[in-house]
Nanobody, 121 residues
């Protein structure tokens, strides 16, 4: 199983970026995004459940970020608008079908390598 994330980069505050993650090897019930900065532990950003296409967001990104995807292609996207300097982090794609909270890293069996997003002020 491999998760390949892409789309990170350096942008200014207020700009937009779109991250992509393609999973290969097997299908998953859930896919999501987490992020980690040097001063914070890995934190939940957003997740999608392929069964009912329900989505979940961290409060800090709700209204600015949108998770979507193509279940048939096992691909998930994260559209990030109105980016802020505090969004600066390495963003990790995750996939899994364990029980538990979507907000917890323990729900996800597999992780991508991460893509760096840097937002300058």
């Amino acid at each position: 199983v491999q998760l390949q994330a892409s789309g990170g980069g350096l942008v200014q505050a207020g700009d937009s970026l779109r991250l992509s993650c393609a999973a290969s090897g097997r299908a998953f019930s859930n896919m999501g995004w987490f992020r980690q900065s040097p001063v914070k532990e890995r934190e939940f950003v957003a997740a999608i459940n392929w069964g009912d296409n329900s989505t979940r967001y961290a409060g800090s990104v709700k209204g600015r970020f949108t998770i979507s995807g193509d279940n048939a292609k096992n691909t998930v996207y994260l559209q990030m608008n109105s980016l802020k300097p505090e969004d600066t982090a390495v963003y990790f794609c995750a996939a899994g079908d364990r029980s538990g909270s979507y907000f917890s890293t323990g729900k996800y069996n597999f992780w991508g390598q991460g893509t760096l997003v840097t937002v300058s002020s």
